[in-house]
């Protein structure tokens, strides 16, 4: 079965400090990629997506995410962290057979510290 | 714009207890999911549907059945609720083409504790 690795649990940073949060994943094909974002007690809400046009993909709210099939991975990235973007953030990977069928990694969550 | 919507946003159930989640959208999507979200999992897909009328099973299906009787709803159904199906469980929908890059949208969630 395919698999994402998301390889910290927690991140934390200062406003205004750039943001990485690491993605990798297990594939012998090229997947649709997606960054999804939760806030506390909400529904997740998508940040980007990757579907093989452009390796660097922009989303919303300045974030952006370069795919590097060598490296298997879908780094997601922001320049300058804002307090807003405090939240929980999962990457995820579609089936190889079944492109509308998808796997979650197990998340990691963003701190922003003032 | 609602979106996605589920029913109930919390409830408390006793071992063996039966409920029913409803799940209804208004985007007119072929395909939804049921997850379940469980603390450093990420979420698990419980059940999806492929379109009216048809139902398949994910990576963690056992204990619950799901129906699709009409296009904009998916039930997520628990007949005999365990301790260990304490969760939350969240909804999605999406356009569903074979190219895989439609993104799915989320409801709020239902935050479901078994005693």
């Known amino acids: 079965a395919q698999s994402v690795t998301q390889l910290d649990s927690h991140v934390s940073v200062s406003e205004g400090t750039p943001v990485l949060l690491r993605c990798n994943y297990s594939s012998s094909y090229s997947p649709s990629l997606f960054w999804y974002v939760q806030h506390p007690n909400k529904g997740l809400q998508l940040l980007l997506k990757y579907t093989s046009a452009a390796t660097l993909v922009k989303g919303i709210n300045g974030f952006e995410a370069e795919f590097k099939k060598s490296e298997t991975s879908f780094h997601l990235t922001k320049p300058s962290a804002h307090m807003s973007d405090a939240a929980e953030y999962f990457c995820v990977v579609s089936d190889k057979y079944n492109f509308n069928k998808f796997y979650f990694g197990s998340g990691t969550k963003l701190n922003v510290k003032p | 714009n609602a979106g996605v919507t589920q029913t109930p946003k919390f409830r408390v159930l006793k071992t063996g207890q039966s409920m029913t989640l409803l799940c209804a959208q208004d985007m007119n999507h072929e395909y939804m999911y049921w997850y379940r979200q469980d603390p450093g999992m990420g979420l698990r897909l419980i059940h999806y549907?492929?379109?009216?009328?048809?139902?398949a099973k994910g990576e963690v299906p056992d204990g619950y059945n799901v129906s699709r009787l009409k296009k904009q709803n998916f039930l997520l159904g628990l007949e005999s609720a365990a301790p260990s199906q304490t969760s939350v469980y969240f909804c999605?929908?999406?356009?569903?083409?074979?190219?895989?890059?439609?993104?799915?949208?989320f409801g709020d969630g239902t935050r479901l504790s078994i005693l």
């Open positions: 999605a929908s999406s356009y569903g083409e074979n190219r895989g890059n439609q993104p799915q949208h």
């Open positions: 549907s492929v379109g009216e009328g048809t139902t």
